[in-house]
């Protein structure tokens, strides 16, 4: 992936994002090359940090993250949720003077609007009273919203997730969704080639949806662009059993694979490309892999592994998939639209090389001292920063 992302940023007019999720190509460096990183609890908005605002995400995508589907009462915080947020989307567009927008755009249009507000109108709710025959009763929601507030509002204060919920008022600014798609669509003369994004302090129990978000954005910024003008771009999915899974069982997985699936599935009508990177293919979904015009496969021991990319061979080419557990590093199998036969080849290693090689314990036990990092990493711990 590394020799890829270097040759890739040659070219003049490259296009591509990497999905970084351990922050393993970070030395990966040059020309044509912009990093960028998911803002962490102590950042603040600068070039090359991406800040994520709540109101980027769809009524799903929200709903993934905030309703707990076991709630008798999920259904009402749903239909109250959805009806308060349309309300206040339209109450800033008419407040920015576009009244007109407000009559058409939906609950998923990309409208800022404040979740403290939000938040005071949904306590409004829960706590509203009317007038009953012997005085004052509870309102018909009296109650049934406690815990999805609760839950919100554990969201908010949470400062792992300062990359959606930070208060800073340039996030609710109604072109800041243009400047965020410029940096991370516009081609090479702009920002680089090749955007790699480092996700390594996004909590993994939302990673899912973070991925999954930007991939939206940039597929609907495609869907939505002039044929004739339009730029190819390349989603590289390092990682992606992690976010792309066979088996989805929460609702951030789903919505993460639904995003995908449609990308796999269309993204070739609006020149968006899906390079799916894994070590455990078995893992991944099988309706995106199926998409794959192209595989390059190399060592996989696993029998389960095997079997899949096996799988996706055609069955012209006989025992070729027996050499997987054989092949030597930098080794690959290769078949597709951009191999004439299925080939064998040996991939020239990259002029700066990530951050993934396993640490190799016999060298480090044998030396005479050990560092002391405790206190570090304990610090960094509680920041949840590196």
């Not at 008419?94 to 939906?106: M, V």
């Not at 095997?306 to 054989?326: C, H, R, T, W």
């Not at 597709?336 to 299925?342: E, F």
């Not at 951050?355 to 711990?381: C, G, M, R, Y």
Request: hydrophobic share 40%; proline share 5%; aromatic share 8%.
């Amino acid at each position: 992936v590394a020799t890829l992302i270097e040759q890739i940023a040659k070219l003049k007019s490259a296009n591509a994002i990497v999905f970084d999720i351990h922050g393993e190509y970070q030395p990966i460096t040059g020309s044509g090359i912009k990093h960028y990183k998911i803002a962490g609890p102590t950042d603040i908005i600068q070039d090359d940090i991406i800040f994520l605002p709540y109101w980027l995400l769809t009524y799903e995508e929200m709903l993934s993250m905030m309703l707990d589907r076991s709630d008798n009462n999920a259904p009402n915080q749903a239909m109250i949720f959805s009806r308060t947020v349309l309300e206040k989307k339209k109450e800033y567009l008419i407040s920015i003077k576009k009244s007109e927008l407000a009559e058409i755009i939906t609950i998923d249009s990309p409208t800022p609007y404040d979740m403290t507000f939000l938040l005071n109108k949904l306590e409004e709710i829960n706590t509203g009273m009317i007038d009953g025959a012997r005085g004052p009763k509870a309102g018909d929601f009296n109650g049934k919203l406690s815990r999805f507030i609760q839950r919100l509002d554990a969201k908010i204060q949470d400062k792992r997730l300062n990359f959606i919920f930070s208060k800073d008022n340039k996030l609710l600014e109604y072109n800041y969704i243009n400047t965020l798609c410029k940096s991370l669509v516009t081609p090479t003369s702009h920002n680089g080639g090749v955007k790699i994004i480092d996700f390594s302090e996004v909590p993994s129990d939302i990673l899912p949806l973070i991925v999954s978000l930007i991939a939206r954005i940039v597929f609907s910024v495609q869907q939505w662009t002039d044929k004739d003008k339009i730029n190819p771009i390349a989603l590289f999915c390092d990682e992606a059993h992690l976010y792309i899974p066979n088996d989805a069982k929460q609702g951030i997985e789903m919505s993460s694979l639904n995003s995908f699936e449609r990308i796999a599935k269309e993204g070739r009508k609006y020149g968006v490309g899906l390079v799916v990177i894994t070590q455990r293919p078995s893992e991944v979904n099988r309706t995106v892999l199926s998409q794959s015009n192209n595989f390059i496969a190399m060592r996989l021991t696993n029998a389960d592994d095997q079997s899949v990319v096996k799988k996706l061979m055609p069955d012209s080419i006989g025992n070729f998939a027996e050499l997987l557990p054989v092949l030597d590093v930098g080794e690959a199998l290769i078949v597709g639209d951009a191999s004439l036969l299925p080939s064998r080849i040996k991939v020239k290693e990259p002029e700066n090389k990530p951050n993934s090689n396993t640490i190799k314990f016999w060298d480090v036990w044998s030396q005479d001292n050990s560092n002391d990092t405790i206190d570090e990493a304990i610090e960094a711990l509680r920041k949840q920063t590196k």
